[in-house]
């Protein structure tokens, strides 16, 4: 079992920057595959970013260029730096884990565990 708690959401004006952080336990997350995902209200979960366990990271084209995924395994710590940041990137984020399946980006289908989510609000 992993267990994951994100931090860092809240409200900025647009054009604004913030810092997600996702803290697991149970087991090194070191291993495993790492992604952000977001919902706005009345839609569904999309992928924003995955770090890959052996290395490596994928954007979704609405994020590309203005967030950065990255990990920290000693502190199995996976961040989300995000800038830029505009009305339609409102929703809550959650991090989720998948386990296996290195470079196949998926959906929220394919993760196996889940923090409980972020709320980010970008105000025009």
């Known amino acids: 079992q992993v267990q994951l708690v994100e931090s860092g959401g809240g409200s900025v004006r647009a054009g604004g920057s913030l810092r997600l952080s996702c803290v697991g336990s149970?087991?090194?997350?070191?291993?495993?595959?790492m992604a952000w995902f977001r919902q706005a209200p009345g839609k569904e979960r999309e992928l924003a970013a995955v770090s890959w366990a052996p290395g490596g990271t994928y954007y979704a084209d609405s994020v590309k260029g203005r967030f950065t995924v990255s990990r920290d395994n000693a502190k199995n710590t996976l961040y989300l730096q995000m800038t830029s940041l505009k009305p339609e990137d409102t929703g809550v984020y959650y991090c989720a884990v998948k386990i296996g399946y290195n470079y196949v980006i998926a959906g929220p289908h394919a993760y196996d565990y889940w923090g409980q989510g972020t709320q980010v609000t970008v105000s025009s």
């Open positions: 149970g087991r090194p997350v070191s291993s495993y595959n």
